[in-house]
């Protein structure tokens, strides 16, 4: 059977600030898509359906109407599991009228030890879990570490293989020696290094989800999908798609996604993101990060970019700041000057202006009173 | 057939503090018992299942929980909407799966004009709704209160009206002339003064939510079924339970609930009510309304009350608050005394001791710098 492996869908996440639930709706429709292209059997979603526990009403509504479509109107099969960033009692709400429509979404460790069984595989649907939870599960105070649990959890789901089927996991965890990037949780539960991959050598394919790069793990039989989209700048040279998963043959093969609005870094001086003969040949509607090439000082930056390219995630500068004040400073003994005088020049420098009598009179009084205060205490 | 109607859960309020979801697991328990003794055919959820439109955790999985058993596991059939006190996206969740199960949970307006056929009946489930979401569904600008939109609702309904069946109306508004609590919302939105009860005249049997008194409402067809726990001191003289209804003869009796936890005033004086010989006679379990005959000051009163009644909800005083203090500036001219002197009698009457040199010493300078800085700025 082909299944589709997908992950960490983050509904609801902000991008510098930007909402990204049209680009989320988007690319949901296209694995949608492939799905039907490579007639699937089923879908499996690694965790982090949610990019917070409590999601927002818009994020809720997209992730509920993509699920009934999917699985409802498309009846597609569902196989999905609840990630660190989900709030497994909230994502648990109606599972149990699920299973009837062949939705499966486990959120609690018990739910894992129960195959869902479908065409020639066992699927196994470990949800993230937390110490505590191994600890009541196995009855066991000693499991402090997720490191320390796996093992047994591993074992235990172990007991119902049937040795006529495909073992396939389902799930959302570090495994040591994947590579991360900024998006990602950065403290990893129960602390240290992730959990050793030789653990998930008996399953003939791991689907997991947390890690948003589709090959930060170099192993035979296990794959992260990698986020759809790409929620952070260090993500920016990631190829975003879905794994199909052939259980027969145990071939898979990677499906590219294409995202409504790209990441792109951009450099080029303050002129020539403002010049048509520039900006026309790019994609103005990305996300940009932009490196400003000029050193100077320029006023209502942000407004004037943003007339122009209206997803710009940061500026920076490319050669750092450096203007005519710092130029002067250079020259100038900066511990020659008087505080008034400094103050001058800065208002000067950012103003283009010079001071009044009348402001020159309100610095100098101040500076004064800062000054004798500073003083006297 | 039998149904059972209730309303207004609540789920995951608190009462001047105090969590009530053990008292909601407590009610919910007993309404299901009395389900199961009166063989009803369904149960009629009328709104504000939940108190907030973002519940709680432990409010989610309570609610999860009981509806999954109470349909799933004890297989009644559940006819819900959602309530001014839902968010209705929310409470959608999960609902396409829910139909094959016999539960009906309706949160959207369009969803009032299919009616469920159950029985001898059919129930339309109409949600609280908002004005706007009236003058979308009937393409209508000119609709602008809950008033002006309600006819053409009902008008609509009745489109559907199968003249063999009995007509059963579940809804979540204020009917006019109904009386309210202190613990109903009480912006009533449309503003104005609630439906017209003449509307419903058409159904058979109005299931009604939003107000918490089973008497709110006189009418024959209609009735609010409360909510199943006093929420609010104002309702303590409440009788709470659920209607039974029979759809066949259309009778209908009211099964009344116990509570967990009372709400109950209690008049007395502080000695008496650290009195064993006092405090044995009453259940000092229950949520107190607590009015103090003492007018003294009594230091750390509300801890040394706790410690006896476990679940004060509010201490007034039934005789006002009149001090020694108070008594004696009756007599002595408040005018005439100076800012220190006034202190000094503060101080011995709230604690029972004379200041001593120093904090005489303390009290003079303070005030001293006080005002003469009054008088110099």
Chains 1, 2 share one sequence.
């Not at 099969?77 to 960033?85: E, K």
Request: proline share 4%; hydrophobic share 40%; with cysteine.
């Amino acid at each position: 059977m082909k299944v589709l492996h997908t992950a960490d869908w983050h509904m609801g996440k902000k991008l510098h600030g930007y909402d990204l639930l049209p680009d989320q709706a988007y690319i949901l429709d296209q694995i949608l898509k492939i799905a039907k292209e490579e007639i699937v059997e089923a879908i499996v979603i690694a965790g982090d359906l949610y990019d917070r526990s409590v999601p927002s009403e818009a994020s809720v509504r997209l992730l509920n109407q993509t699920i009934a479509d999917w699985n409802l109107t498309q009846q597609f099969p569902l196989l999905a599991i609840s990630g660190n960033h989900d709030s497994a009692t909230r994502l648990a709400t109606g599972t149990p009228w699920f299973n009837q429509a062949q939705f499966h979404l486990h959120t609690r460790l018990k739910e894992a030890f129960t195959p869902v069984e479908m065409g020639n595989s066992q699927f196994y649907l470990l949800p993230y879990f937390e110490p505590v939870d191994a600890r009541i599960y196995f009855e066991d105070s000693e499991l402090r570490t997720i490191q320390q649990a796996m093992p047994k959890v591993i074992e235990k789901i172990q007991e119902s293989f049937d040795p006529d089927k495909k073992h396939i996991l389902v799930s959302h965890f570090f495994v040591a020696g994947s590579s991360k990037t900024d998006s990602e949780t950065k403290i990893e539960v129960g602390g240290l290094d992730g959990i050793n991959g030789k653990l998930l050598e008996c399953f003939d394919y791991v689907a997991l989800g947390h890690l948003h790069g589709k090959d930060a793990l170099k192993m035979a039989n296990a794959r992260y999908s990698g986020s759809p989209l790409k929620y952070s700048l260090s993500e920016k040279d990631q190829t975003k798609g879905v794994w199909i998963v052939d259980t027969d043959t145990m071939d898979f093969s990677f499906r590219t996604l294409t995202p409504l609005h790209e990441i792109q870094e951009l450099q080029a001086s303050f002129a020539e993101l403002l010049d048509p003969a520039f900006y026309t040949t790019i994609n103005r509607e990305d996300y940009l990060s932009i490196l400003l090439e000029d050193r100077a000082v320029i006023p209502n930056l942000m407004n004037q970019l943003r007339q122009v390219y209206p997803r710009i995630i940061q500026v920076e500068r490319a050669n750092g700041f450096e203007t005519a004040v710092e130029k002067r400073l250079k020259k100038e003994n900066i511990k020659e000057k008087s505080p008034v005088n400094l103050t001058k020049d800065f208002f000067t420098e950012v103003s283009q202006n010079e001071l009044t009598a009348k402001q020159k009179k309100w610095i100098e009084e101040g500076l004064h009173t800062i000054l004798k205060k500073g003083g006297e205490e």
